[in-house]
């Protein structure tokens, strides 16, 4: 049975600490493959959520990069296809 990682999540808390998936791949001893997946939106399993959580939770935050970085909550809006933003969307 696998779980699937919020995208948005797992880029942000990259960005926290100034990785890469790359990074992350070889601190959580997954495969770049499966932290591509999860990048993605692809399920991982329960042992491999834990071997991120964990690379993660082991790597101090970048200071003062949160201040840079928009609240998780904030509403995502995408231009038209025009490039105005016109029928703003969202997410």
């Known amino acids: 049975m696998g779980v699937r990682i919020s995208p948005a999540r797992i880029d ?6 100034g990785w890469s998936a790359t990074d992350l791949a ?17 399920q991982v399993t329960n042992d491999t959520l834990r071997k991120i959580a964990d690379a993660l939770l082991g790597a101090p935050v970048v200071p003062g990069v949160d201040a840079l970085l928009e609240p ?10 025009n490039g105005t933003t016109n029928g703003l969307r969202h997410s």
């Open 72 to 81: 998780e909550d904030s509403p995502i809006i995408e231009a038209g296809t």
């Open 26 to 42: 070889r601190e959580s001893g997954c495969s770049p493959s499966t932290i591509s997946g999860a990048r993605r939106g692809r």
């Open 12 to 17: 942000r808390e990259l960005t926290r600490r």
